[in-house]
């Protein structure tokens, strides 16, 4: 076999028995900690490799798993994660998943009958090669051209594991886990709207409360339910949802703290509130940079720019419309500096704003437009309440109301 | 005489162990192993070995193969549990007798074959003995105990005619078979469960193995008395099969045996088919007389198949004795020649998936059977050297009956292939079984017509051929035109190489060209008068009306050659099918009334099928001819039925199939399939489909097989009609060729629906038909893509969303594939329905993250992503700008939303504006008028579009009043409070009007 080196038969059989041992020794023991290290395969653990060496040593595991009470109670598990393991370092993936979600049935059986939760552990790692592996074995698909349907597959497979844990009982705390795993599934596969069951699973229960869910699975449900919020352009519980996440995530995971960011800082900037330039330095987020200036200065040429720059960027990460509808709060900011500049000029006469000057303004930025789009706009401007006041049409001015014109959003979204 | 059978047996089986034994020793290297066994066929090794091969999944031992064979079982509980039994009760034979097949292996190897006997019997009535239900112990227990018991066994067993044959060795065996016959005549089946059969099944299939050897020996020593003894049996059974002729289980290639094994040279080999026949016939009758004694007539409930039932099992002694015949005539067969050995392989085959149709379970068996018919051959293979010049004198006449017999193979495929994945490599390697091939020495046209030479595809297609006969002057005739095309592609060397499946078929040759073959080929035809082609007998028997039906049209029915064979071999396959899909929905899990009913339903409906398909299809033809004689083209076509039988016609016909088959190439292993499935009802399509899914889970389950191996196209068709107009209906059946039109005949549907002049109405009907056959043909090219973009325009010009979203979603997957069409076009408009309809933010994300850069340079997508962003931020200005702008038919599907457009923006306006907005610039602004602002006479036209835009403002609840100067104004503080959407006037109570067909012919104006 392919590189391994080739170790003795009794080196080989002595490790799959060692293997077998703790694998028994873990369940009776009831020692989830253990046994979860004994099922994760893509972790590419020294004892797993050199179990898999074993393997190709020693082929009849088979039997060995046979011979003995002990083990063979456990087969249907055991012998499917030897293949997964072998398939896995070959690099065989497809197949590897195959074995996996064999032995992923198996175990789930097992689980439903233990009583405590003690396997909860081994159950997480499960779901998470569950995940994994589909992943990767639907890479090794579409490399070869095929369609990759081993995600969607692994998707059912964690509705699966979910259902075991989703019921009362001391195993409800390892459902928000496995509702992790399926909305990255659900995320990466593009079929979001499968979330929304899960959702309402974990969100109507009222026998369990949300804060007793691990704090680490509490703040990736946030993270991603607030992500959905954003889809619905629903600012307000966005902004709650993604803060949470925010506010009880570990200071020093960065690169968790950045993906929140990623969708908090468009949240933010809809709602009117911008970031200290420091945060977007200190994580990374510089595309946000040129945005949040375009929104200070009310540069729409800026906007505009920043956005075209990172377009694939912000599409795939699906707030490119979020941040296209700032276009609004730029104009806003730009009004109100033709307005600050008028009341310099002449205060009396600030409160009314010619729409000549306004086409002016966007010509300075390259922007073309005529009067009728700028019209447009400011009646826009107006309908959405950034502006006060009201559009004369005879005369084409802007006629601003002397208090606060320019309305703050002051945390809540633009009216639609 | 057994003596020297003993030795003589003994010296074949060192051979055969010696070279078996790689066999059994599937390591890794089975599938090398296999090849190395020299005696045995390479080919059908291999492909034994491939198939087998990944079951192993890497399993070294020979226990662990076993053991691998049952964990495929193990979705059958049953059957693991069977699995189990044998391990135990055979233990003393000191076998590793696991699954039965291997039992009788194994024990093979290890011992001589009196010995076996012993031990191979023991092993194999402690199965037996496992597998049946409680009442069978005892006598089971009575016969495994000694040796001797056989031998009253025989004299039960050998009744009649047979004593004088008994001096047989054979017989001794023949009580296995036998004793499990009577079981099921005892009555027990009442708590008869499928194990049961599966027992039955096993015995009789691990037999084979058993007898070969000890009745080959016996033939080299006595072939005199087995000839004779052969000839008897052939009259017997020719009495029998008199009998039985309703038997449909006898698949038409049986039938054709024994009219075409009756004309070879001597009647000896006659006897040969019929008990080929008669293999599946002892299942049948053991199993009738039960049914029909307890609970079958009432379910018979007077019909004439039960009539003919009954008629037919009263004689059930009589039917036994055959049996009986039948049975050592099975052991007789390997006395044979090579050839025999491969009709006996067929025969079991054929024996075996017909067991199979009958009764449900076995499935498993059936693997075993193919196995031990594996052994059979190999072990034999040597022994056939030496032979071969005994066996001379039949080799011509048993070509033709192993070809005959081949014409079961297909069907044995399909069962197989839907019930496990074991028992097709079994099957593969019968067929291609070698032997023959290793004595060239043999004359040229022998070993030509040697069946085991013939490529399956070759089967299937002389299958086919002879599926469309009608009577026996026609098959036999058939017959001599295929021998023709045989020795004609053997002596160009393109026996193997020509693809057999997409050969197209002779046409029928007439009687007269039938005549001459007869005195070619067949002295004694007339000998048998008796034995008719399949279709005839089987209509006598069971419909009789239809029968005249049929016979009414003959001329029709022969011409319209492509709509018979059609219909033919789809019943071939669908009798196969149907207990398929039972078979492995019912899990071995049934008892016997429901046995008994569906014993009956796959033999009745089956044929029933058949015949009703067999007139739908001439009557649709008659119709289609009639209804449609203005046409020129049918009219073509009729008159090309009526010269259906010059010669000409029939070349050009030829050629016109060959064309058919080239235009797909590409499928070329398909083609053979499609006319199968072609125009089979509904039930059948569904049970392919069915058993396909069956399929799909076996090969998951034994782990080695992906889905995607499986031959969905084989659930294809491929169309003959010739109309270019054609109305759409949903499909509620199978297609049936006859009415699905071909590509170039579809290509010309379309330039004729694109230059038509009628209404939309009509248009979709026909493009949704054009699009129906480009579907159940399976044809993804670029023409399909113009169908789908043709009616997606045209549903955009008349504001048909959802025939457009159809299309749209046809559309992308076509692209999506590489197919060439107006790619960019379809991505504006998917934009703009994205936009303007489904408003989901996710979906235009996804849409636009898609666009490539060379999309987004298109001007139609730039276009389109224009108005998403007027959309998104509300920009009627430019929303209206761009709808003016709009290429393409973009502005049809921006129409659709100009209605909400211009109520969001007025809504806008009366907020924003004060106090008053003038209508005219309203109207400019929103795009009334229809005309854009530079053209000229735009005075005229703006004034319309001010009076329409007034029009629409105080549909819409907006508050007009007129200035000093005349100019219509919006007064924006009170509308603002006032406007509303008016409910739409088209508005349906099933909310989509272009359901409202008044109202869509009405827009829609011819």
Known sequence: MAGAYMMSMGEAHRRILEYLNRFSDAVS???????????????????????????????????????????????????????????????????????????????????????????????????????????????????????????????????????????????????????????????????????????????????????????????????????????????????????????????????????????????????????????????????????????????????????????????????????????????????????????????????????????????????????????????????????????????????????????????????? | MNQGGTTDTLTTLGTNSVEKYPVIDPSQAHASSYYASTSSAPISWTTHGANNYPRENGTVSTSTYHHDQQAELTSRSVQDGLNGAPVVSTSTSGAVNVQHDYNSYSTYQNTDPYGYGNTGYASYYNNYQQQTSQPYQPPVGAYQNSGAPYQPLSSFQNTGSYAGSASYSSTYYNPADYQTAGGYQSGVYSNQTNYWQEGQYATYSSQYPNYTPDSTTLYSSTPSAASSQYAHHYKQWADYYNQTQTEVSCAPGTENVSVSGAPSLSSVPGGYPAANSQASAPYITSWRPESTSSELPAAQSGTVNGGVHDGHWKPAPAVFQNQNLNSVQHVQMPLETSSTYESFQNQQNHTHSQGHNLLYTATHQVPQSYQSSLQTVSQIAPQLDSRRASGKLQIPTNPRIASNLGLGFPKVEKDISASTAASKPAYISVSLTKPNEKVPSEDAADSILKPGMFPKSLCGYVERALARCKGDAQMVASQGVMKEIIMKATADGTLHTRDWDTEPLFPLPNADSANQEHILFSTPISSLPKSRSPSRRSKSRWEPISEEKVADKPPAAAAREPVKYGFWNKQHYTVGKTENKADNWSNTKFSLPEQKSSNKNSFRPAKKQRLVDGLSAADNGDESSESDKEQTLTAYYSAAVALADSPEERKRRESRSKRFEKGHGNRAEINHFRPKSAGAGAGNLYTRRASALVHSRNFEDSGTKAVEDIDWDALTVKGTSQEIEKRYLRLTSAPDPATVRPEEVLEKALLMVQNSEKNYLYKCDQLKSIRQDLTVQHICNELTVKVYETHARLAIEVGDLPEFNQCQSQLKTLYAEGIRGCHLEFAAYNLLCVILHSNNNRDLLSVMSRLSADARKNDAVKHALAVRSAVTSGNYVLFFRLYKTAPNLSTLLMDLYVEKMRYAAVKCMSRSYRPTIPVAYISQVLGFGNASPTTEASDEKERDGVEECAEWLKAHGACLSNDNAGEMLLDTKVSMSSLYMPEPEDAVSHGDANLAVDDFLARNPV
């Open chain 1, 29 to 416: 023991t009831q020692d989830g900690k253990s046994l979860s290290r004994l099922l994760s395969i893509s972790s590419d653990s020294h004892h797993l490799l050199s179990l898999v060496d074993a393997l190709n040593t020693f082929q009849d595991a088979n039997r060995l798993i046979r011979q003995s009470e002990e083990y063979s109670q456990y087969a249907d598990i055991l012998l499917p994660i030897f293949r997964a393991l072998q398939s896995y370092r070959l690099r065989n993936l497809v197949e590897s998943y195959q074995a996996f979600e064999k032995a992923s049935n198996a175990f789930i059986q097992e689980f439903r009958n233990w009583d405590s939760a003690w396997a909860l552990e081994a159950l997480y790692v499960l779901a998470y090669e569950i995940r994994v592996l589909a992943e990767k074995a639907d890479i090794e698909l579409a490399s070869n051209g095929k369609t990759p349907e081993k995600l969607k597959g692994a998707g059912s497979l964690l509705m699966k594991v979910f259902s075991t844990l989703a019921g009362k009982g001391p195993k409800r705390v390892g459902a928000l886990y496995v509702t992790c795993q399926l909305f990255k599934t659900y995320f990466k596969l593009g079929t979001v709207h499968l979330c929304r069951s899960v959702i309402r699973s974990i969100e109507t229960a009222r026998i369990f409360d949300f804060e007793e869910f691990p704090v680490r699975d509490k703040v990736t449900y946030m993270y991603y339910t607030g992500r959905l919020e954003v889809y619905n352009e629903n600012f307000p519980a966005a902004d709650h949802k993604l803060s949470y996440a925010l506010s009880h995530c570990d200071a020093r995971k960065e690169a968790n703290i950045r993906m929140i960011l990623k969708y908090l800082i468009p949240v933010k900037l809809s709602i009117g509130i911008l970031p200290h330039a420091q945060l977007l330095e200190n994580y990374n987020l510089n595309e946000y940079s040129n945005i949040v200036l375009a929104l200070k200065r009310g540069d729409l040429r800026l906007l505009r720019h920043a956005l075209q720059e990172h377009e694939d960027r912000f599409l795939r990460s699906g707030v490119y419309l979020v941040l296209e509808k700032l276009e609004l709060q730029v104009y806003q900011r730009l009004l109100k500096k033709i307005h600050i500049i008028q009341k310099q000029k002449d205060p009396n006469k600030a409160h009314q704003i010619k729409l000549e000057i306004i086409v002016k303004a966007m010509k300075w930025l390259e922007m073309d437009m005529d009067v009728d789009e700028v019209e447009c706009i400011m009646s826009i401007l107006i309908y959405k309440n950034l502006v006060k006041g009201y559009f004369a049409h005879k005369s084409k001015v802007v006629v601003l109301s002397k208090q606060d014109p320019f309305p703050k959003l002051n945390g809540k979204p633009v009216s639609s």
